[in-house]
């Protein structure tokens, strides 16, 4: 069974950076695709960023300009990279995975296209 962990998270100024990291336990990279997404207080849970199968990358309009997704397949970690951040930022932030196909070459940020999530990471902006 694959294991998502992430971490990163953290407080932070409005204006500073942080560098989210999920690793996948148990599976080979390639064999899913995975995506960040997010869940503020009070708020429904929104994709944020998601790398497809193809190389494409797909950013919630939020975070496009700020924010930025990679990955290490060798090390199986996931990373999002946040910049200039707002207190609109401040919310718990998971990585999820999926096996399905087109989901993986879409780059999909709608979160029931996937089956797997992590605990999260909590990040909170401060004004």
């Known amino acids: 069974q694959v294991q998502l962990v992430e971490s990163g998270g953290g407080s932070v100024q409005a204006g500073g950076s942080l560098r989210l990291s999920c690793t996948a336990f148990?599976?080979?990279?390639?064999?899913?695709?995975m995506a960040w997404f997010r869940r503020a207080p009070g708020k429904e849970r929104e994709g944020v960023a998601a790398?497809?199968?193809?190389?494409?990358?797909n950013y919630a309009e939020s975070v496009k300009g700020r924010f930025s997704i990679s990955q290490d397949k060798v090390k199986n970690v996931l990373y999002l990279q946040m910049d200039s951040l707002t207190t609109e930022d401040t919310a718990m932030y998971y990585c999820?995975?999926?096996?399905?196909?087109?989901?993986?070459?879409?780059?999909?940020?709608?979160?029931?296209?996937?089956?797997?999530w992590g605990q999260g990471t909590r990040v909170t902006v401060s004004s």
């Open positions: 790398l497809s199968t193809a190389g494409t990358v």
């Open positions: 999820a995975r999926s096996w399905n196909v087109a989901v993986c070459a879409s780059g999909s940020l709608e979160s029931v296209d996937y089956l797997g």
């Open positions: 148990g599976y080979a990279y390639n064999t899913f695709c």
